[in-house]
């Protein structure tokens, strides 16, 4: 079972099956890749939010594997030679962090379409879908601190600058928040409590309102 390690996106050497930990022999400190499996709650949280989020946005299953790690920080990889998607969820992270990051990530998952590459519109409602998924958990009062937590989407807004969010930044897999006007945000976190009660109240489909900003 192939892994990256986030740090050099070289292919750590493992085993060809069964769940694993791997270390990284490139990078310095050696880092740590789990495999997590059904024993893991994580793993769970990753796989339920991926069946809601298939019938959210209407998008069959594409048979695809996906393997779930505890690695350096949450993201998604299609890798093309292993015909596989590799989760990353964050090692030091908590179950709570987990729930959230497990929806971000399932969605990236279902509606990516192995490109490794996440358009603005994706990334909002990567955010969208996370935090309905909390509300469908029974888990709203985290969803809320999400968003107006010391730490949440709404103090963050407000540190980043309206031109490192149009910033076009370049990696091996990702391309974030490419934007072309700097007219006011529909994705700006002041406005997701708002948007999310919404979609709560009125059940208005995600995958038409995806659809709509996207074509």
Request: proline share 3%; with cysteine; charged share 20%.
């Amino acid at each position: 079972m192939q892994v990256q390690c986030q740090r050099t996106r070289m292919f750590i050497p493992g085993q060809t099956a069964g769940p694993q930990t791997l270390s990284c022999p490139y990078c310095d400190d050696h880092e740590t890749y789990q495999q997590l499996g059904v024993i893991h709650l994580a793993w769970w949280y990753v796989a339920g939010a991926t069946e809601i989020c298939r019938s959210e946005f209407t998008i069959p299953d594409d048979g695809l594997k996906t393997a779930v790690w505890l690695g350096d920080s949450p993201e998604t990889v299609f890798e093309q030679h292993l015909n596989r998607h590799n989760i990353y969820l964050a090692r030091d992270s908590n179950h709570k962090q987990n729930m959230y990051s497990g929806a971000h990530e399932a969605f990236h998952r279902v509606c990516g379409e192995q490109k490794n590459a996440i358009h603005w519109i994706d990334e909002m409602f990567a955010i969208l879908f996370s935090l309905l998924y909390l509300n469908e958990i029974g888990e709203s009062k985290h969803a809320d601190d999400n968003i107006n937590g010391q730490d949440g989407l709404i103090k963050q807004s407000q540190q980043c600058s309206m031109s490192e969010m149009l910033q076009l930044q370049e990696d091996r897999y990702l391309i974030v928040y490419h934007m072309d006007s700097t007219d006011e945000l529909m994705s700006s976190a002041k406005n997701l409590s708002k948007i999310l009660d919404g979609i709560i109240s009125s059940r208005l489909p995600l995958h038409a309102m995806r659809t709509a900003l996207l074509t």
